[in-house]
T-cell receptor, first 114, second 113 residues
């Protein structure tokens, strides 16, 4: 089954404790992206990756890191989480064809930083 | 630069009546435009997309949208609302060469019996 998986689905952590949210897709998609969703703000893009070893900042990259060492995986790293990073996070992937591509979303990771 | 404005944060309709969710965009390039739907406590699902082919785009579940370049709009419509349409809807633009996506803030659709 074609899908995007994220782990963990729920995470409660404390300020400053490094964490990683994993994202994996089995569709051989070039493009992967991370978003955060906050009430009243919609989804905001954190980072995206066009292919292996190619990443770029989205609209809200501060406080986050990503890497793309393999095509299928795109982990999101919070080196020193803060309460303002409490949010719902989505990973997505897609093919890239002439700027026309459908994003497949993971189920989301609800992160709480206390 | 690109941006998306969803003109209504909340739309309420009665079951069986038409749905109109409004979206305006700005883009320096010829854009690709998308509508996604998010049901409560669920992920996002693509409803439809415009990619410089036909300006009237048909999607799933009876939804359609019309790309109007002169008005920089991409409004989502459905002739007859169903209770299962109650969800949040997001308009999305990709208007540049860097594949960056910009989401609108969402429109919450309520369908009353």
């Amino acid at each position: 089954e074609a899908q995007v998986t994220q782990n963990p689905r729920y995470l409660i952590t404390v300020t400053g404790k490094k964490l990683t949210v994993t994202c994996s897709q089995n569709m051989n998609h070039e493009y992967m992206s991370w978003y955060r969703q906050d009430p009243g703000l919609g989804l905001r893009q954190i980072y995206y990756s066009m292919n292996v070893e190619v990443t770029d900042k989205g609209d809200v990259p501060e406080g986050y890191k990503v890497s793309r060492k393999e095509k299928r995986n795109f982990p999101l790293i919070l080196e020193s989480p803060s309460p303002n990073q409490t949010s719902l996070y989505f990973c997505a992937s897609s093919l890239v064809v002439d700027h026309s591509y459908e994003q497949y979303f993971g189920p989301g990771t609800r992160l709480t930083v206390t | 630069a690109q941006s998306v404005t969803q003109l209504d944060s909340h739309v309420s309709v009665s079951e069986g009546t038409p749905v109109l969710l409004r979206c305006n965009y700005s883009s320096s390039y010829s854009p690709s435009l998308f509508w996604y739907v998010q049901h409560p406590n669920k992920g996002l699902q693509l409803l439809l997309k415009y990619t410089s082919a036909a300006t009237l785009v048909k999607g799933i579940n009876g939804f359609e949208a019309e790309f109007k370049k002169s008005e920089t709009s991409f409004h989502l419509t459905k002739p007859s609302a169903h209770m299962s349409d109650a969800a949040e809807y997001f308009c999305v633009v990709n208007g540049g060469s860097n594949y960056k996506l910009t989401f609108g803030k969402g429109t919450l659709l309520t369908v009353n019996p």
